[in-house]
């Protein structure tokens, strides 16, 4: 069973090496490399698999981890130790997409998902969230307004100084105040008519 576990897994493992590295591409990492990278630990014991002994678990003995390379020309390094916070968001946002069907987590956070993107990626990565909200709950935190703009309810967060000391407060937003920090998101403070309409338009609402 093991032994048909790690073959399904080699199978599985270098089709989604090909998904992921094609959904990275619209998500605004076009050079990577991606791998799934599956060996196994040796150990002298009973339990073996074509005479090779191995360290089995409740998995099998199969050891699976993630590499990639987000550069062209270098090379594809474990996941933990070469990503950026924004490019791991968006990594995790292209793995979740290709296995959301066969996935049991509820709920999902992904923090500054934007980062070092344009506005044209931005729509994509919110294009790819709003999909994934399909199968699971689903919260961004973002200053992009083409990823705001996407999201069926939205909160503001703030900071203010209060006797010395910075408090963070978070506000549930109505329709027209929603229509507001998306504005805000694409203008600054000073909100224009210009800015408003925009907003209504990225957030479909006439």
């Known amino acids: 069973l093991a032994s048909e576990l790690s073959q399904r897994r080699n199978e599985l ?8 590295k094609e959904a990275l591409k619209v998500l605004g990492i076009p050079q990577s490399i991606f791998e799934v990278k599956i060996s196994q630990t040796t150990v002298e014991q009973n339990l073996q698999n074509d005479g090779t002994p191995f360290r089995f678990n409740s998995r099998g003995y199969d050891e699976v981890e993630f590499f990639i390379s987000t550069n062209l020309g270098e090379d594809a390094k474990p996941l933990s130790k070469v990503a950026s916070g924004g490019e791991i968001s968006r990594i995790m946002l292209a793995l979740k997409t290709i ?3 066969n996935d049991k987590l509820p709920l999902l956070i ?10 044209r990626i931005s729509q994509k990565v919110g294009q790819a969230l ?16 083409q990823i705001a703009a996407l999201a069926d309810i939205h ?3 703030e900071k203010k100084i209060v006797e010395d000391r910075v408090v963070s407060s ?7 105040e929603r ?14 008519e210009t800015s408003l309409q925009t907003a209504k338009e990225l957030m479909s609402i006439q």
């Open 13 to 20: 493992g270098k089709k989604i090496s090909k998904e992921v």
């Open 99 to 101: 296995l959301a069907r």
């Open 110 to 119: 992904f923090d500054e998902i934007d980062t070092g993107i344009s506005g």
């Open 130 to 145: 709003k999909n994934l909200a399909a199968f699971h709950q689903i919260i961004s935190i973002t200053h992009q307004p």
């Open 155 to 157: 909160f503001a967060v």
């Open 170 to 176: 978070i506000k549930k937003l109505k329709n027209e």
């Open 179 to 192: 229509i507001r920090e998306v504005a805000k998101l694409l203008s600054g403070e000073v909100v224009t």
